[in-house]
T-cell receptor, first 112, second 118 residues
Framework: TQLLEQSPQFLSIQEGENLTVYCNSS?????LQWYRQEPGEGPVLLVT?????EVKKLKRLTFQFGDARKDSSLHITAAQPGDTGLYLC????????????FGGGTRVLVKP | GAVVSQHPSRVICKSGTSVKIECRSL??????MFWYRQFPKQSLMLMAT?????????EQGVEKDKFLINHASLTLSTLTVTSAHPEDSSFYIC??????????????FGPGTRLTVT
């Protein structure tokens, strides 16, 4: 069974502060996806990282895939209340039948 | 692009009745769709993988006779919760994978269906 551990589970910060969410596993993934989900809605794909060591930026969000493709991080700079939500990482591997393995999620609250 | 819709968005049904939830890929074809269940403040739990024109593959612990899945076309999959009970109340989310798939097998999620069984 492949597991993806996300940390922290919950993060509450003030507007303007930075935050980092981590996603770790002992398994290797062919790709890793980050989603953001708001209450009562489905997850929205933010980014997909494929290559070990890859860094992708999406405005104030920076995503990194570990060199060994076992871990990833999401860093938000100068967080805004609109960044509030549940952040989910999900890894894809052939060993798991090309099905996504989801992390437990990180609930982020950005206070104005 | 890559929009997935679900219908209904909310449904309330009485215990013992069946409920059908539809998942459609609006602007792309999906050979594979997935059904997830999400409990409050938790992550997504995969229930089954739905492949167009073939039987669904269920995850361990998911009753295939209770959660009937049909994937009749490249743009539509349905989940029917049969003989629903209060413990089936949950948020059900589908996702669709592009036919022919990108190397990263990206999935696009529907907005979810809130099922409440009374």
């Amino acid at each position: 069974t492949q597991l993806l551990e996300q940390s922290p589970q919950f993060l509450s910060i003030q507007e303007g502060e930075n935050l980092t969410v981590y996603c770790n596993s002992s398994s290797v993934f062919s790709s890793l996806q980050w989603y953001r989900q708001e209450p009562g809605e489905g997850p929205v794909l933010l980014v997909t990282v494929v290559t070990g060591g890859e860094v992708k930026k999406l405005k104030r969000l920076t995503f990194q895939f570990g060199d060994a493709r076992k871990d990833s991080s999401l860093h938000i700079t100068a967080a805004q209340p609109g960044d509030t939500g549940l952040y989910l990482c999900a890894g894809l591997s052939k060993a798991a039948g090309n099905k996504l393995t989801f992390g437990g999620g990180t609930r982020v609250l950005v206070k104005p | 692009g890559a929009v997935v819709s679900q219908h209904p968005s909310r449904v309330i049904c009485k215990s013992g009745t069946s409920v059908k939830i539809e998942c459609r890929s609006l602007d792309f074809q999906a050979t594979t769709m997935f059904w997830y269940r999400q409990f409050p403040k938790q992550s997504l739990m995969l229930m089954a993988t739905s492949n167009e024109g073939s039987k669904a593959t269920y995850e361990q612990g998911v009753e295939k006779d209770k959660f009937l899945i049909n994937h009749a076309s490249l743009t539509l999959s349905t989940l029917t919760v049969t003989s629903a009970h209060p413990e089936d109340s949950s948020f059900y989310i589908c996702s669709a994978r592009l036919a022919g798939g990108t190397p990263s097998y990206e999935q696009y999620f529907g907005p979810g269906t809130r099922l409440t069984v009374t």
